[in-house]
């Protein structure tokens, strides 16, 4: 059976443009107005207030980790002490690599607190489609495994070896599936983790990564989850956030949206299999999900 939460995450495509060790002494606040990436921190001394814009402050402490898979800005603030009302900190780059707040070198003034920042892109023309269906924010406390795969990221971000960017991409995968499948969602939270956590929705929702070129209906799909068409409807809407035939018609517009660009592909052989009776009313569908036919839009890629 597959597993919906590695398949999304490697049609993201992650790429990490940024991965930094900061260190802070005194009172601080950070501001970032433009990230428009996904975002993590992780804490590996003292304590800080990250507050997400729209969101409740969250208190981090060492062995803390934080991953936000779309964030526009943030503040990032000391707590003890705490930063004075208005006050803003300008970092300092240092030769080191290391980003320094409220002092001039490590080896002077010790730090308070110490942190593994970093931003990832994603790659996909899908990504917008894809994060939707995450959390809009994980928080793990005290896992080992992520400190150590955070810090891999950032060793590999500095460095110029060979193959830097294929073992960045595959860093990431592993790290945001581990921080998401490490994390304990709240009941109140929709999307993919969310069904994939309950024991009904899961069994759709795996059937339909699994064989999206399946006539999947909603009976069929009720009947994986052992619950009536009423029931399951209900149950697949409030918990994944959207209704199962307009999940699956995005999951199989994806796809098709992948295997086009691959190249490797024709029309025909992806219409069977993403679950498409015949290549006209294939061509339907991806016209009015996407805006254009499936030939055009490979001709498109081709010359770009």
């Excluded at 799909?221 to 697949?236: E, K």
């Excluded at 809407?237 to 660009?261: C, D, E, F, Q």
């Amino acid at each position: 059976m597959a597993d919906p939460l590695s398949e999304v995450i490697a049609l993201l495509r992650p790429r990490a443009p940024f991965s930094k060790l900061a260190e802070a002494t005194g009172p601080f606040r950070l501001r970032r107005d433009d990230i428009n990436e996904a975002f993590y921190c992780l804490v590996l001394m003292g304590r800080l207030k990250l507050e997400v814009d729209g969101k409740e402050p969250v208190i981090l402490t060492a062995g803390d980790f934080a991953l936000l898979p779309a964030v526009g800005g943030l503040t990032v603030s000391s707590l003890d002490p705490p930063p004075p009302p208005g006050h803003l900190s300008q970092p300092v780059y240092g030769d080191d690599g290391v980003v320094r707040i409220g002092m001039a070198d490590s080896r002077e003034t010790p730090p308070e607190v110490q942190q593994l920042v970093g931003h990832c892109s994603f790659g996909s023309p899908d990504a917008e489609l894809l994060v939707s269906l995450l959390p809009d924010m994980v928080l793990v406390r005290g896992e080992d495994r992520l400190a150590s795969l955070a810090t891999l990221v950032r060793d590999e971000a500095r460095a110029t070896r060979p193959a830097r960017d294929v073992v960045l991409e595959n860093l990431l995968q592993v790290l945001l599936i581990e921080a998401f499948r490490s994390t304990a969602q709240p009941a109140a939270s929709t999307g993919l983790l969310s069904g994939l956590a309950d024991a009904r929705v899961a069994p759709a929702l795996r059937a339909m990564h699994s064989a999206p070129h399946e006539a999947w209906s909603i009976r069929t799909l009720a009947g994986a989850a052992g619950l009536s068409r009423s029931a399951f409807f209900t149950r697949f809407n409030r918990i994944v956030g959207l209704p199962p035939m307009s999940y699956l018609l995005n999951w199989r517009m994806t796809l098709a949206k992948h295997l086009l660009r691959s190249g490797l592909h024709s029309i025909g052989e992806i219409s069977r299999r993403t679950g498409y009776g015949s290549t006209s009313a294939f061509s339907t569908a991806f016209t009015r999900h996407v805006g254009c036919p499936p030939a055009r839009y490979a001709k498109a890629l081709a010359t770009s």
